[in-house]
């Protein structure tokens, strides 16, 4: 058992680069093994997901070697195992795997799909789309049997939502298809467009990613290539709510940023009066010590995300005024309220809502993460209480933040990861 020991209230001050995309490489890394040839991915994040996906891509037969945030996956030897528990229940991206099976061997085996959880998930559209593609799915003892005897045929297929997951499982799926498919209501978010660009530099034909139509043409065959993976822009949001929370001095620069990615996450902090100096790929957040409140509701992208909305509510709790957070994509992300209390905050929840009183002070406390960015959001809050915090359950912030210990240090925060052998 790993815990994460914080003596809040610490100025920071400096630089932090931001990595590439978790939610991008979780796609992409299944995506690699469409193609006959190595596929080689630059600025992939040293994350916990990362491993995991390895992992599974040694078990059926790929080689894969990682360093300095580059990966060569060899997919020469890969063959379609089945895979219905282990590894492919501990991160939600495992799901990718039943597209990207489906499109090169026509037929796979996946148990359903683990992470974090925030409420129900369900991969209703995911199937639908594999089905309209021409594929049975069937469940059976907890792992998703695909098989399509006659191959795929392309076809338009609707989403009844707007789904990441679904949007990119069924490019994965139709890139090998015989004809043309269609996916309309398509999630824009920047990491499709990531999945896309790939798919294409191995020799796909993907138009329309990024808007809410996309047209794929199937080809016979996928070569490899080079691809370098976006930066992170949960990370990014991360990292900024971070900056205006506890930067002084001369500020804090979070490098390796489009801005364009964060635009809704930015203008919110715009409106709450954080100063900012915005470049092309640099944001520099200076001190900021009188914050306005303001209210959060998540939409699909270009709306504000819905993995930002915990990390920034510890900023909320730095403003004067009351405000509300409501999360129109997962209501139940509400777990890390009941840690914040327990900090100081004056936060509850009502219903589908969060509502938020500040400024309040923060004091250390015990507290448990209890999925990924509900993890971030209780380091933030610890960088900013008086006292020592302790967050249990830290595998969940590993999972997607890269080095996050190492970053913060170099900031001047006063954080450390202990490894408790007989906890």
Do not use: W
Request: proline share 5%.
């Amino acid at each position: 058992m790993k815990k994460i020991v914080i003596n809040g209230a610490r100025p920071l001050e400096g630089e932090v680069t931001i990595s590439g995309a978790k939610n991008s490489a979780v796609a992409l890394i299944p995506a690699a093994i469409l193609a006959d040839s190595p596929v080689t991915l630059e600025g992939v994040p040293d994350i916990k997901d990362v491993h995991s996906l390895i992992e599974i891509l040694e078990i059926m037969g790929a080689k894969v070697s990682f360093e300095n945030n580059t990966m060569e996956i060899d997919p020469t030897g890969l063959v379609s195992v089945p895979m219905p528990s282990g590894k492919i229940n501990s991160l939600r991206a495992s799901y990718y795997f039943m597209g990207a099976l489906l499109g090169k061997f026509g037929e796979g085996v996946v148990g359903l799909p683990g992470g974090c959880y925030l409420g129900p998930r369900p991969i209703d559209l995911h199937v639908k789309g594999f089905e309209a593609l021409g594929a049975t799915v069937n469940n059976e003892h907890g792992a998703m049997y695909l098989r399509s005897e006659e191959g795929l045929t392309g076809t338009r297929i609707f989403m009844d939502m707007v789904s990441i997951g679904a949007t990119i499982n069924v490019m994965l799926a139709a890139v090998k298809a015989k004809g043309r498919t269609i996916i309309e209501n398509a999630a824009r978010e920047p990491e499709i467009i990531d999945v896309a660009t790939l798919l294409n530099n191995m020799g796909a034909n993907i138009r329309g990613a990024g808007t809410n139509e996309i047209r794929i043409e199937g080809v016979t065959e996928l070569h490899g290539c080079h691809h370098s993976i976006i930066p992170d822009r949960i990370e990014a949001g991360t990292y900024l709510a971070i900056a205006a929370a506890c930067g002084t001095g001369k500020g804090i620069k979070v490098r390796n940023v489009i801005y364009e990615h964060l635009e809704s996450f930015i203008a919110k902090l715009d409106e709450m009066g954080v100063k900012m100096t915005i470049e092309e790929d640099v944001i520099t957040v200076h001190p900021s010590p009188d914050l306005k409140m303001a209210n959060v509701k998540t939409y699909p992208y270009p709306g504000f995300a819905t993995d930002l909305q915990q990390p920034i509510t510890p900023l909320l709790l730095k403003a004067t005024g009351t405000g509300e957070i409501i999360d129109t994509i997962y209501s139940k992300r509400v777990n890390h309220i009941p840690e914040l209390v327990r900090m100081g905050a004056d936060a509850t929840v009502e219903g589908n809502m969060i509502i938020v009183n500040g400024p309040a002070k923060l004091h250390g406390a015990e507290v448990v993460a209890s999925d990924l960015r509900a993890g971030a959001c209780l380091v933030t809050a610890g960088l900013m209480a008086e006292g020592t915090t302790t967050i249990f359950n830290v595998d969940y912030i590993l999972r997607g933040y890269d080095h996050i210990i190492e970053k913060l240090t170099a900031l001047g925060a006063d954080i450390q990861m202990i490894k408790e052998e007989n906890a």
